[in-house]
């Protein structure tokens, strides 16, 4: 049987029409298989190189306020958690250890938020007590911001 399905159509209780995943987020589905497509392509000849050329490729494509703060994201990561890989999720940049993704910079313009975001997945090694962030806004990077962003970045990579 070759049967289609169509978005399915929901209210929410404010009375608003929601039709399943928004048009931003079945982009970055997209982008993220395309992504599984490229390393399976390059299988075992895959190199670190190529991860981090795909990660600043990325970066490049960025607007300039984003493209300004992933760039210096990046710079940070390297120098505070060098034992983080860089490697594309979900169309951006984002750093792991063993195979698993520890932290991301989400661009302003991904969701078209006002902000962008640096966030830490389960992975990261964050947990302080009952409740801790996992994601943090930025919309410019100061001394203290980079300072504090790096020693995240280290226990988040420990």
């Known amino acids: 049987m070759n049967e289609t399905r169509k978005a399915t159509r929901t209210t929410t209780a404010a009375g608003k029409t929601f ?4 048009d931003d987020e ?3 589905m997209k982008e993220h298989a395309q992504e599984l497509k490229t390393a399976a392509r390059r299988g075992s000849r895959a190199s670190a190189a190529d991860a981090e050329r795909d990660v600043l490729a990325k970066i490049a494509e960025m607007a300039d306020a984003d493209r300004v ?3 210096r994201i990046h710079a ?5 958690a060098p034992g983080l890989s860089p490697k594309l999720w979900y169309g951006m940049p984002a750093y792991a250890k063993d195979g698993k993704v520890v932290c991301f910079f989400q661009s302003a313009a991904k969701f078209k938020a006002r902000y962008a975001t640096l966030g830490f997945n389960d992975p990261a090694n964050l947990d302080d007590g009952a409740m801790w962030p996992t994601a943090f806004a930025l919309t410019a990077l100061t001394p203290d911001s980079e300072a504090m962003i790096g020693a995240l970045l280290k226990q988040a990579a420990s």
Do not use: N
Request: aromatic share 6%.
């Open 76 to 80: 940070i990561v390297k120098a505070a």
């Open 26 to 28: 079945r982009a970055a």
């Open 19 to 22: 039709d399943g995943f928004t």
């Open 69 to 71: 703060l992933a760039e």
